[in-house]
């Protein structure tokens, strides 16, 4: 399931999140994720629906916990500062983040100009939304607070809100270089989803 926010130019994207590392580590919760609206045609008629396109990732939050450690510990937690093309940045940790990651999530989306700066863009961007998104602050956070790792899932749960993630899991799996350690009973959702 993904949650969106679209604004004029800048839309916020929440999500549950599902992913295996290459040490075969489960991580999941809350995966928060900033892009440019697209701008589209007009088609049809003034009442005919319109494409939304939400493109050019710039900042993404993971608010992950890993499945093996306390579920509010957000030992996984951390945030990619901008993306290369499609591909996220290295993972960047912040003590502030695993402190209290929902007032890390509010400052980080009040300051939406610097997050576009710190992602090489022009803050300018923001211009007719960021007074828009930081009005949407509260909702924003309280959507991601509903896929926080703070609320354990069963797996099922887990599987039904990521299991359009499912070939994305399947790729991680590739890159585990001891396959034994992979835990396949538990991620047989993931790995038997076409």
Do not use: C
């Amino acid at each position: 399931m993904l949650i969106s926010f679209s604004f004029t130019r800048i839309a916020v994207t929440v999500r549950r999140w599902f992913e295996v590392t290459p040490e075969a580590v489960m991580e999941h919760g809350s995966r928060i994720e900033l892009g440019l609206l697209v701008p589209q045609p007009h088609r049809g008629t003034e009442s005919a629906a319109q494409k939304l396109v939400i493109d050019q990732a710039f900042w993404r939050a993971d608010l992950f916990n890993k499945l093996d450690r306390p579920a509010s510990s957000f030992s996984a937690a951390h945030f990619h500062p901008h993306f290369d093309d499609v591909e996220p940045s290295a993972r960047q940790w912040s003590t502030d983040l695993t402190d209290d990651p929902w007032i890390w999530l509010t400052d980080q989306l009040t300051h939406i100009e610097a997050r576009l700066s710190d992602a090489g863009l022009d803050p300018a961007i923001a211009v007719d939304d960021a007074d828009d998104i930081r009005g949407f602050i509260p909702q924003i956070v309280d959507t991601a607070r509903q896929f926080s790792p703070e609320d354990p899932m069963s797996r099922d749960a887990d599987f039904a809100l990521t299991k359009d993630a499912a070939e994305r899991v399947r790729r991680m799996l590739v890159h585990v270089p001891t396959p034994d350690l992979v835990d396949r009973d538990y991620l047989g959702p993931w790995i038997s989803q076409r």
